[in-house]
């Protein structure tokens, strides 16, 4: 009788073992798929980063409203009459943010995680076969190659390259007052009011493809 005993209570033993053992696998697995124990997807770091660009375009364009308040607006679309007054404005409002922004550096906006994204982005039509079209557009209409500068100006009387639509479709959206221009084999994020340089990317189109 003692040693059915002892049998019986060796095998509930062996059973409550073995549960516990399953029970404590179960909570190993379970601790893996936690939500956001996981390293975060490429696309959730590309949002993140493009929300990074976007808060940075808000704030310059914040001061570069704050500071075209402070003078007379250039006029978009002038009569002759209004060029020379157009010209004393938009050089006013570059002074100002030349004096507000006077220790900007290249990379502060299209910083290298940005950078980055828009290059991954741009590759297929800046730098592939499949992209001739599009580039062969942007250097129909380019300007003359000049030496770029953060705050520096952008050549009065200089063309503006054609900047293709699946090329605008891939970089994103900018306000009023900013624009994106290609110059040489570069991407250059354009004050169209201030008429200067805000920020500029190296080298995003191939020189001869």
Known sequence: MTIHVRVLFGIIAAAVL?????????RTGARVTIAGSQPPTQAVLDRKVLADFRRDVDRYMTLHNKLLRQGTAPKQRADIDDIGENRVSRNALATRIRVARHDAEQGDILTP????????????????????????SIREDAPATFVLEVNGDYPEGESRSTMPGNVLQILP????????????????LMDV?????????????????
């Open 173 to 188: 959206v900018l306000p009023p007052g900013l624009e994106y221009r290609i110059v040489d084999t570069h991407l250059v």
């Open 113 to 136: 995680a940005i950078a980055v994204t828009l290059r991954t982005a741009m590759n297929p039509a800046l730098r592939s076969p499949t992209g001739a079209a599009a580039r062969a």
């Open 193 to 209: 009011d201030a008429n200067i340089v805000v920020d500029y990317l190296l080298d995003v189109m191939c020189a001869i493809c």
């Open 18 to 26: 073995a549960f516990g053992c399953a029970q404590s696998t179960g």
